[in-house]
């Protein structure tokens, strides 16, 4: 427990001192083996890591240990931990919960996370290739992957290399693989970029074996200086090819080469590989993409419009994101629609309209319904307050006077609070008003609830989609 406890405290220290992507990279997983007067033995998954950090972050680490621990410590080392993934052993830290945990809003993680956006802007102001880095929208879900491919053309063979990126279809892999390709193919005219899926390698295999030329195959790649891969699980049951490109890649990494594959799951799902293939994507730097956010959502299909010269109505746009959640792609398809019936008939598809597209294709069953009391909310009427708590009794499932009278008990609180902060923010309504409704209360405990909602709504996004869905049920 105890060394848990200071090993948390030098990660956090190590925290404030580097990019929080290379922490989420690099260190993934760490735990503490052994501490002793002056030295302290870190364990990492696997001698990949431990390399990855002895080269990269010795010093960052050493001096992290001697902050926190005490002067003494002049020796630090990283052996590889065997028991880092046993669950019961107390002395590791997964990074990714750890950084999450604690250090949720951090405001340098933020500000990293907008300039890599806008350097990524600048590079490829002048590209006119489809995929570029600076049409990728980065959200939470893919900024990992994002970053480590903006740090890989900025410092191929150095930093994330090999990289292993992965995530279901549809996500952004091909478009962040192809960018980075495209990138660094116009930086280093000089060197031997490839990019290629893992369907043409085993094509490319399969003739050359045909045709006898194995060896000349070989040497191309053995010759290369960047090598992109997409969709590795292709070659689920192609034995002889996985071999092939097993030998490959080990040339390539002994040789120092910037290797990026992707691929739709985790190595370690990824069962019908070979186990050495397996595994060596394993001890890679590997990276994932989620599902967008709606967020992420809405600022990709403003980019993709803009793309394509399309004003497209924020309400409408807002719609879109809201319902179509599963993948990009699906999101692209919605758009183009919108845009053929916008040069068909010269009018922007109207809400209804969309959800009947939709529908049509099965996104979901009660959009309809969704679209037109969207529709309706923006140009209904006034709502009374009566309609607000209503709606706030039902989201919470109790009763209304639970939430008007004085009950301290802890359920009605809450919606309470929500309550007040609705008729306050929504109807602009004074904090005396809003006394008088629940039952009297004095004007500086109304104050008091509403600005604790305020904060609690900063800090909580699942409050913050309760409150939303509230609103959403009054129309306001
Ligand atoms: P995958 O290879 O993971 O199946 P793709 O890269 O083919 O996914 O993405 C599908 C479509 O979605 C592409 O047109 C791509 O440009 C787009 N896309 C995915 N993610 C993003 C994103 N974050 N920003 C902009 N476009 C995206
Ligand atoms: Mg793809």
């Not at 150095?158 to 192809?178: A, C, E, F, R």
């Not at 295999?205 to 090598?227: G, P, Q, S």
């Not at 019936?341 to 049509?360: D, H, M």
């Not at 109807?427 to 604790?452: D, Q």
Request: contains cysteine.
């Amino acid at each position: 427990m105890e060394k848990h406890y200071k090993l948390k405290n030098i990660l956090s220290e190590i925290i404030g001192n580097i990019k929080k992507q290379d922490f989420l990279v690099y260190f993934r997983k760490i735990s503490i083996i052994d501490i002793t007067d002056n030295s302290v033995v870190f364990g990492t998954v696997s001698s990949f890591m431990k390399d990855n950090l002895e080269a990269k972050f010795h010093s960052v680490v050493l001096e992290a240990s001697k902050k926190e621990l005490w002067d003494k410590i002049t020796n630090i080392s990283f052996k590889v931990d065997g028991e880092i993934d046993n669950p019961s052993n107390t002395n590791a830290v997964d990074c990714q919960k750890f950084l999450k945990e604690n250090h949720k809003t951090s405001k340098l993680a933020e500000k990293e996370s907008r300039s890599s956006v806008t350097a990524g802007a600048k590079v490829a102001a002048n590209a006119n290739a489809r995929y570029s880095l600076s049409n990728f929208i980065v959200g939470a879900d893919n900024q990992l992957a994002y970053s480590a491919c903006e740090a890989v053309t900025k410092n191929p063979w150095k930093s994330y290399n090999p990289l292993y990126i992965y995530g279901d279809v549809w996500l952004g892999k091909t478009h962040l693989l192809q960018a980075t390709w495209n990138e660094i193919l116009k930086k280093y005219r000089d060197k031997k970029v490839a990019y290629t899926t893992a369907d043409k390698f085993i094509t490319e295999y399969v003739t050359a074996v045909k045709k006898r030329n194995v060896e000349r195959m070989r040497e191309r790649f053995r010759d290369i200086d960047v090598l992109v891969i997409d969709d590795v699980q292709f070659l689920s049951k192609k034995e002889q090819t996985q071999n092939e490109l097993y030998n490959i890649f080990n040339i390539l990494y002994d040789s120092n080469k910037q290797i990026i594959i992707s691929g739709d799951r985790a190595p370690k799902e990824l069962t019908e590989l070979e186990p050495r293939l397996r595994s060596r994507f394993e001890w890679w730097i590997t990276v994932d993409i989620g599902k967008p956010d709606f967020e992420t959502r809405l600022a990709i299909i403003q980019e993709k419009a803009r793309e394509k010269e399309f004003m497209i109505p924020h309400d409408v746009a807002e719609f879109i994101a809201a319902n179509v959640t599963e993948n990009v792609r699906e999101l692209e398809w919605v758009l183009n629609q919108m845009i053929a019936e916008y040069e068909l008939t010269g009018n922007t598809p109207s809400l209804t309209r969309i959800a009947q597209k939709l529908q049509k294709l099965s996104f979901t069953t009660d959009l309809l319904w969704e679209s037109k009391r969207a529709e309706k909310r923006t140009t209904s009427t006034i709502k009374s307050y009566e309609d607000i708590l209503d709606a706030v009794s039902r989201h919470f499932g109790i009763e209304k006077e639970g939430i008007l009278w004085e009950n301290r008990k802890k359920e009605f609180m809450l919606p309470r609070q929500v309550g007040m902060y609705l008729l306050k923010t929504k109807m602009n309504y004074t904090y005396e008003r809003i006394g008088n409704i629940f039952n009297g209360r004095n004007h500086a405990s109304v104050l008091y609830s509403c600005n604790k909602l305020d904060k609690l709504l900063k800090k909580d996004k699942t409050l913050l989609y309760e409150v939303n869905a509230i609103k959403d049920q009054v129309g306001i």
